[in-house]
């Protein structure tokens, strides 16, 4: 797997601001006002962007399995917009992905979650933008009852208001690979 070097880091970080980063009032999932919103669409839609976090998710993943003492059996995400994320970091490693659902569908085989989930499976689970990490939790909540040992939640980018502290206080580990500073956000 190529190594990226940090200032391909700091290139990518700008990319994604670029790209993604908008400015105005804004409400958040959370129910907050912000004067700045991180649109994962603008940024996950994006090949050249997609790619390149692809290779920084498969090597944080790749460090929480050794840190684990053992790999994760697969990798999931959120619908709609960790759908992209967990595709391209299953890509990458080589692990199969699952899709947890925001409620369970009322139709056909009437699933919460998408794909092979077994009980005992160890699961990482890649996030899009963390802001108090609520969407995390819930999806860990839904792979738990499903028997998962969730390892950790990866974020791509963490927006620094609580997402780190909630989802830890959970028993689970968090993971960014940006954060909003890291995109120039200096609110």
């Excluded at 940090?6 to 970080?13: K, Q, R």
């Excluded at 899709?99 to 009980?119: H, I, M, S, W």
């Amino acid at each position: 797997m190529p190594q990226t070097a940090p200032e391909s880091n700091a290139d990518l970080a700008r990319l994604i601001a670029e790209a993604a980063l908008l400015r105005g009032t804004f409400t958040l999932r959370s129910g907050r006002t912000s004067s700045y919103y991180l649109d994962k669409y603008l940024f996950s839609t994006r090949p050249e962007i997609l790619d390149r976090l692809g290779d920084l998710f498969a090597r944080r993943i790749g460090a929480i399995g050794r840190d684990a003492g053992a790999p994760p059996a697969r990798l999931a995400g959120a619908e709609l917009g960790g759908i992209p994320l967990v595709a391209v970091a299953s890509l990458k490693t080589g692990l199969p992905s699952i899709f947890v659902r925001n409620a369970k569908k009322d139709y056909g085989t009437a699933k919460q979650v998408e794909g092979v989930l077994k009980p005992g499976d160890r699961v990482v689970f890649v996030e899009d933008v963390a802001t108090t990490g609520g969407q995390a939790i819930e999806a860990v909540r839904v792979l738990r009852e499903l028997g998962a040992e969730v390892l950790a939640v990866v974020a791509v980018i963490d927006r620094q208001e609580g997402a780190r502290a909630n989802i830890e206080a959970a028993g689970i580990r968090f993971e960014s690979l940006f954060t909003k500073a890291d995109l120039g956000v200096n609110e």
